[in-house]
Structures are given as structure tokens and as C-alpha cells.
């Protein structure tokens, strides 16, 4: 799944729950950062270097497709 595709799976994920709340669009985004957030954490702490460069930059760029939704 390219970062682009797992940005939106997420959002929408997001989205439904949020969907009744004010601000959804914003609710949902900060969902994934989170989520990205926490992802890359846990990264970094389990792998501690090690072939960690591509899953690492495969969430930055989950979270930049992020920002263009």
C-alpha cells in the first residue's frame, strides 16, 4: 500500500467516527498523526537502527499525504 493509499485508509477511518462531531476533517487528520506518531515510537524504540529507514520514512510520508487530504 503506497503511503498515499494508507493517508486516506486512515483519514477515513477516522472520519466515520468523527463524522458527528464539530471540525470532522480536523478531528480525523489529528487521528492520524497520532496514529503515525505512535507508529514511528514504536520504531524507533523496538528496532533502534536497525533497517528501520524505510518503515521510518514510509510513515513520515503517511503523515504528509496526511496534510494534503
Known amino acids: 500500500m503506497t503511503p498515499k493509499e494508507k493517508a486516506q485508509e486512515l483519514y477515513d477511518s477516522y472520519?466515520?467516527?468523527?463524522?458527528d462531531t464539530p471540525d470532522p476533517?480536523?478531528?480525523a487528520k489529528?487521528?492520524?498523526i497520532i496514529t503515525v506518531?505512535?507508529?514511528l515510537t514504536l520504531v524507533d524504540n523496538?528496532?533502534?537502527?536497525?533497517?528501520?529507514?524505510?518503515i521510518i520514512e514510509y510513515w513520515k510520508q503517511v503523515a504528509r499525504e496526511t496534510e494534503k487530504l
Do not use: C
Not at 523496538?46 to 524505510?54: A, F, I, P, S
Open 25 to 27: 476533517e480536523w478531528r
Open 37 to 39: 506518531t505512535e507508529v
Open 30 to 32: 489529528q487521528g492520524v
Open 46 to 54: 523496538q528496532m533502534k537502527g536497525w533497517l528501520d529507514t524505510d
Open 15 to 19: 472520519f466515520h467516527i468523527v463524522a
